[in-house]
């Protein structure tokens, strides 16, 4: 499936969402674009001033997911969460699946079902087809980055066995173009292409907040 993301945002009523990763490339665009659309949004940032925006409808949080008051605190009023979290470095220590606990907890305790997560294309779902292309890419994933490609898969099994209204959106290499207004929609190996926009990426998480069609599903998204 093929979709166009040139329309106006959602004209839906705003909610209070809180933004997990809100500071790095990806982070920013959802940040960016959740504030364009009307929405309250709360950042968890370990550093702060790394987020050099500010807007009446923002509010930051001061920690990481590793922290669970911090988490706590920046779940709490919320409607939805949005993850684009992924790891940093090459090492077995998991902190994305590690904090995604607490990001599980958090959301139980405070009563929020909506969960929009994203990861790599390399972790596997239902309806995947790999194709030769695919079977060599995962390969020199469990390779080069063996331990990243282990936390994600961890933390996408942990978000699955959840009673929530999750979604994984899986993605191929993300590019810092502009946003190209059209976004595919399939499963590894039907569909899909090798790149997408971090801006696509961005609108496609965030129009999930108001859009039940990808719910408990983990679409893999591309140009």
Known sequence: ???????????????????????????????????QAGHHVTVLARTPSKLDVTHERLRVVKGDVQDPAAVSE????????????GPTQNTPDYQVSRGTVHVLEAMKSHGVKRLVISAGAGVGGDGDQPKLFNHVISFVLKLAARHVLEDMTRTVAAVRSSSLDWTVVRVPMLTDGPATGTVRVGRVGVNTGARITRADMARFMLEQLHDASHVRASPVISN
Do not use: C, F, W, Y
């Open 74 to 85: 920046a779940i709490a009023g919320s409607s939805a969460v949005l993850s684009v979290l």
């Open 1 to 35: 499936m093929t979709r166009s993301s040139n329309a106006p945002a959602p004209s839906e009523r705003p909610l209070h969402v809180t933004i997990l990763g809100g500071t790095g490339k990806t982070g920013r665009h959802v940040v960016d674009q959740a504030l």
